[in-house]
């Protein structure tokens, strides 16, 4: 039983290293969203891209987008960068961009970690 003692003054430190409570998602809208309807919606253009800067998506945050593909998406693409314009981009794996929830108007993601990025969403 000695042996156990210093295990079990673990236990709260393993539970408290489990998923963080939900928070409600941040809505983001782009003014660069463009797509056809019913075929592909994307957050931003690629870089360099003048119009305007890809979204902010801060660690630790559920991000909210509307889209306008007027159906539930078949493929969830997602690209990061630290740069606003989008350069040296790549896409997202694993923590830095979780997919919460899809449906016909929304896309919800949860960047896991603790790190700042700008985020592309390409939608088919």
């Not at 489990?18 to 592909?40: R, W, Y």
């Not at 909210?64 to 606003?84: C, K, M, N, Q």
């Not at 700042?116 to 969403?121: A, G, S, T």
Request: hydrophobic share 45%.
């Amino acid at each position: 039983m000695l042996r156990l003692l210093p295990l079990l003054s673990l236990l709260p430190l393993a539970a408290a290293c489990g998923e963080a409570a939900a928070m409600d998602p941040v809505m983001l809208t782009s003014a660069c969203a463009d797509g056809v309807a019913g075929e592909v919606w994307e957050s931003a253009g690629w870089p360099p891209s003048p119009r305007c800067d890809w979204l902010p998506f801060d660690g630790r945050t559920t991000v909210e987008l509307a889209h306008d593909l007027g159906r539930t998406p078949r493929d969830v693409s997602i690209y990061l960068s630290f740069d606003p314009d989008g350069h040296m981009s790549t896409p997202a794996a694993g923590d830095l961009a979780r997919i919460v929830g899809v449906d016909e108007s929304t896309v919800q993601l949860r960047n896991e970690t603790n790190e700042d990025f700008f985020l592309k969403v390409v939608l088919r």
